[in-house]
């Protein structure tokens, strides 16, 4: 069964700091990756994407992740965050392919200090 | 319409009431996703459909809880005889096909049973 680890309940950052978000995960293939972003009264928001390929990708809002087979993780970073980052974080993990569902780790909290 | 729709927003009800909720998702998309979030953990999957056709329902708790799409558009979940363990936040979600396009959330419906 797919699993996923926010081993980080709650983050605080200074503004203008860089920013790691943890995430590991268990899945017996290669995993489709997620991350979302949920703000206060809002739903959740589709971040960035791992399918395959380059274990690099870019998402919005400027933050990108890094697919690390080996360890398996997915961390989320930001080189510089606004207080507008503050949030929600979530990590999922699904098999892709139409197979239907994600399975979400419980979500890590940014607080951003001014 | 531009976004996924959930109605209503908020709903209080009486401990064995039925309730039914609504979910509107992007015009023309395939695949919609119900999960249920608690506090303070992510999003659990309920149950997904394909157009009309429902793929996974391995996610609903017991029987008292049921979901529909009949057109392949509007789809609704029903949770019958409510008990308290039930209230949390639903949430609904659409993809183009497939979650290889990661999710579009709605804002969800929080259920208070009481």
């Known amino acids: 069964a797919q699993s996923v680890t926010q081993p980080d309940i709650h983050i605080t950052v200074s503004e203008g700091a860089s920013l790691e978000l943890r995430c590991n995960y268990s899945?017996?293939?290669?995993?489709?990756l997620f991350w979302y972003v949920q703000s206060p009264g809002q739903g959740l928001q589709l971040l960035l994407k791992?399918?395959?390929?380059?274990?690099l990708v870019q998402g919005i809002k400027g933050f990108e992740a890094e697919f690390k087979r080996s360890q398996s993780s997915f961390n989320l970073r930001k080189p510089s965050v606004h207080w507008s980052d503050a949030a929600e974080y979530f990590c999922?993990?699904?098999?892709?392919?139409?197979?239907?569902?994600?399975?979400f780790g419980d979500g890590t909290t940014l607080t951003v200090k001014p | 319409g531009a976004g996924v729709s959930q109605s209503p927003r908020y709903k209080v009800t009486k401990r064995g009431q039925d309730v039914a909720l609504r979910c509107d998702p992007i015009?023309?998309?395939?695949?919609l996703y119900w999960y249920r979030q608690a506090l303070g953990q992510g999003p659990e999957f309920l149950t997904y459909?394909?157009?009309?056709?429902?793929?996974?329902k391995s996610g609903l708790p017991n029987d008292r809880f049921s979901a529909e799409r009949p057109e392949g558009s509007i789809s609704t979940l029903t949770i019958q005889r409510t008990e308290q363990r039930d209230s949390a936040m639903y949430r609904c979600?659409?993809?183009?096909?497939?979650?290889?396009?990661?999710?579009?959330f709605g804002s969800g419906t929080r259920l208070t049973v009481v």
């Open positions: 979600a659409s993809s183009p096909e497939g979650e290889d396009y990661g999710y579009t």
């Open positions: 791992y399918f395959s390929g380059d274990t």
């Open positions: 899945y017996g293939a290669t995993p489709y």
């Open positions: 459909f394909n157009y009309e056709a429902q793929q996974d």
């Open positions: 015009s023309g998309h395939v695949s």
């Open positions: 999922a993990v699904g098999a892709g392919t139409n197979a239907g569902k994600s399975t």
